[in-house]
């Protein structure tokens, strides 16, 4: 697979793929997305195909501006034009009632639609040549390690996406935030780098949190309970506990994702360190975790970070790759 720069030139090509039902995988601010037309039913479906993904789980549709939401969604409320006035192009998604047009292959047979404008230069450009709405999730295969280099795209779906446009690796490195306005309250579903205290302090009231995503009705991207996960057994755990697993398997080829910690090296374990700041922990944190998985180890071990607010998206994250938390 053929990486392309983002050239005007090459901008130009993948939104002519786009308009012939292929794929194209373009960075955002977040993660790499994989993109087709979102108005192309059957365009849409080869997205499926390609990451492995079930048909029930819906897409993020990316558009290049709030304005053209209503193409989209219906009974807009005032809440959304708040969040877009303050905070749009930025990694925020929301989810609304969708139109009666809209095809259900989109939305997860749902009525409801996640719509977006990225806060990435390449990804606005591309969605102001092509005019409409590109769906698009993270471009690996299901339930994987999401990417945040253009190469982490070609190594893991290959010729599966027609054109790959690389932006550089992506600064914020952790999905979206995603915000359900389609019912009586704000609900967070998914944390991001927009944190939970941000949303109320522009809409003010308070945003819910469900304590258990499975008993809510409208389902979004990254509910699954394993998810952004590498292919090696990973544990995430407290730095008290560090010595006691490294200990005990002494004699297995470990990787080791630190916080913050001295963790020296042996001949059986390989150690990455990233730093307690939040911002570059989750730049880094899914390309660091497909270089530990890429080592073919027994076991990935990674340091819990902090619990607070900053951190509420990588400690989601590694829910969620992980097998178990240890405290």
């Given at each position: 697979?053929?990486?392309?720069?983002?050239?005007?030139?090459?901008?130009e090509?993948?939104?002519?793929?786009?308009?012939?039902?292929?794929?194209?995988?373009?960075?955002?601010?977040?993660v790499?997305?994989?993109?087709?037309?979102?108005?192309?039913?059957?365009?849409?479906?080869?997205?499926?195909t390609?990451?492995?993904?079930?048909e029930?789980?819906?897409?993020?549709?990316?558009?290049?501006?709030?304005?053209?939401?209503?193409?989209?969604?219906?009974?807009i409320?005032?809440?959304?034009?708040?969040?877009a006035?303050?905070?749009?192009?930025?990694?925020?998604?929301?989810?609304l009632k969708?139109?009666?047009?809209?095809?259900?292959?989109?939305?997860?047979?749902?009525?409801?639609?996640?719509?977006?404008?990225p806060?990435h230069?390449?990804?606005?450009?591309?969605?102001?040549?092509?005019?409409?709405?590109?769906?698009?999730?993270?471009?690996?295969?299901?339930?994987?390690?999401?990417?945040?280099?253009?190469?982490?795209?070609?190594?893991?779906?290959?010729?599966?996406?027609?054109?790959?446009?690389?932006?550089?690796?992506?600064?914020?490195?952790?999905?979206?935030?995603?915000?359900?306005?389609s019912g009586?309250?704000?609900?967070?579903?998914?944390?991001?780098?927009i944190?939970?205290?941000?949303?109320?302090?522009v809409?003010?009231?308070?945003?819910?949190?469900?304590?258990?995503?499975?008993?809510?009705?409208?389902?979004?991207?990254?509910?699954?309970?394993?998810?952004?996960?590498?292919?090696?057994?990973?544990?995430?755990?407290?730095?008290?506990?560090?010595?006691?697993?490294l200990?005990?398997?002494e004699?297995?080829k470990?990787?080791?994702?630190?916080?913050?910690s001295?963790?020296?090296?042996?001949?059986?374990?390989?150690?990455?360190?990233?730093?307690?700041?939040?911002v570059?922990?989750?730049?880094?944190?899914?390309?660091k975790?497909?270089?530990?998985?890429?080592?073919?180890?027994?076991?990935?071990?990674?340091?819990?970070?902090?619990?607070?607010?900053?951190?509420d998206?990588?400690?989601?994250?590694?829910?969620k790759?992980?097998?178990?938390v240890?405290?």
């Amino acid at each position: 697979m053929t990486i392309f720069n983002a050239t005007t030139e090459n901008i130009e090509r993948a939104t002519q793929c786009l308009k012939n039902g292929g794929l194209v995988a373009f960075p955002t601010e977040t993660v790499y997305g994989l993109g087709a037309d979102a108005s192309n039913p059957d365009a849409v479906k080869h997205i499926f195909t390609a990451k492995n993904r079930p048909e029930n789980h819906p897409l993020i549709v990316h558009l290049a501006s709030f304005e053209q939401f209503d193409l989209w969604a219906q009974d807009i409320p005032e809440s959304a034009f708040k969040l877009a006035e303050y905070f749009f192009p930025s990694p925020l998604a929301l989810i609304l009632k969708k139109r009666p047009e809209v095809s259900e292959v989109v939305t997860g047979g749902q009525k409801t639609i996640a719509l977006r404008v990225p806060n990435h230069p390449v990804a606005l450009e591309l969605l102001r040549t092509f005019g409409g709405g590109i769906a698009a999730p993270s471009a690996n295969r299901f339930c994987r390690i999401s990417p945040t280099q253009a190469q982490h795209v070609a190594d893991e779906l290959g010729e599966s996406v027609d054109m790959i446009l690389d932006g550089g690796a992506c600064q914020i490195g952790v999905e979206s935030t995603i915000l359900d306005l389609s019912g009586d309250n704000p609900t967070l579903l998914r944390f991001g780098q927009i944190t939970r205290s941000e949303l109320e302090s522009v809409l003010k009231t308070e945003v819910f949190v469900p304590d258990s995503l499975s008993k809510i009705t409208v389902k979004t991207a990254g509910m699954m309970a394993i998810h952004y996960a590498p292919t090696t057994p990973a544990v995430c755990c407290g730095n008290d506990l560090l010595p006691v697993f490294l200990l005990a398997w002494e004699d297995k080829k470990i990787g080791v994702l630190t916080c913050g910690s001295n963790i020296p090296f042996t001949p059986n374990r390989t150690v990455i360190s990233l730093p307690v700041d939040s911002v570059i922990y989750a730049q880094n944190l899914y390309a660091k975790l497909r270089e530990l998985d890429a080592l073919k180890l027994d076991l990935i071990l990674v340091e819990q970070p902090p619990k607070n607010e900053m951190w509420d998206a990588i400690n989601d994250r590694l829910s969620k790759a992980t097998s178990s938390v240890y405290d």
